[in-house]
């Protein structure tokens, strides 16, 4: 079974320019996830999808970030404009989507560096 | 801010020996869950612990959940170089599948 795929896996972008990620999830599951994870500190759920809707987005910062998943499977999230803080990890994750509690599946994340 | 905090924040131990990880959180649980992620990787999951049970096997895993205490504990026993990454407890609070992590516990294990 492929994983959860993710690019590009690096990134440097000054200050203010955009930047997009893409994230194809494991075959199947209706549920994905993006987190941000900075140096240092554990992921922070950014968005959450089931199929092609948003079932949380209370810490994307939606002045500048924006995410989809138009057909419910591959989703993008976007950065625009960039700030110096944005710099960490973007972690894409799936799930089946079951109720109650279940495992969430890592891609490897991209590594975005705001200069 | 984050509900999980992991203890401690930084572990070193000669291989063989067993590594202990504690993680608490404040609010009540559906479940806790902890993930393993290695230098610059994506997170691997562990083990999955639901709030009416106690304890929890796999391979040389053992998690343990206190809810009168709000705190977890991640036994790896047996410890190899392979085992060296970060660990993170992560709550799930609303039977939504919606995560929150903690800081996480840096592991090493010198061989």
């Known amino acids: 079974e492929a994983g959860v795929a993710q690019s590009p896996r690096y990134k440097i972008i000054e200050k203010r320019q955009s930047v997009a990620f893409w994230c194809n999830p494991i075959?199947?599951?209706?549920?994905l996830y993006w987190y941000q994870q900075i140096l240092g500190q554990g992921p922070k759920l950014l968005i959450q999808f089931q199929n092609n809707g948003v079932v949380d987005d209370s810490q994307l910062p939606k002045d500048r970030f924006s995410a989809e998943r138009l057909k419910g499977v591959d989703s993008t999230l976007k950065i625009q404009p960039a700030k110096l803080e944005d710099s960490a990890v973007y972690l894409c994750?799936?799930?089946?989507?079951?109720?109650?509690?279940?495992?969430?599946?890592f891609g490897p994340g991209t590594r975005l560096l705001v200069l | 801010s984050q509900q999980g905090e992991e203890d401690p924040q930084a572990l070193s131990i000669q291989e063989g020996e067993n590594a202990t990880m504690n993680c608490s959180y404040k609010?009540?649980?559906?479940?806790l869950q902890w993930y393993r992620q290695n230098s610059g990787r994506g997170l691997v999951h562990l083990i999955l612990i639901r709030s009416n049970e106690r304890e929890k096997h796999s391979g040389r895993l053992r998690v343990t959940l206190d809810t009168s205490k709000k705190s977890s504990s991640l036994l790896i026993t047996a410890s190899r170089a392979a085992d060296t990454a970060s660990y993170f407890c992560a709550t799930d609070h609303f039977y939504g599948n919606k995560l929150v992590f903690g800081a996480g516990t840096i592991l090493r294990v010198k061989s």
């Open positions: 609010t009540s649980i559906n479940n």
């Open positions: 075959s199947g599951h209706a549920t």
């Open positions: 994750a799936s799930s089946p989507g079951q109720p109650g509690g279940e495992t969430q599946y």
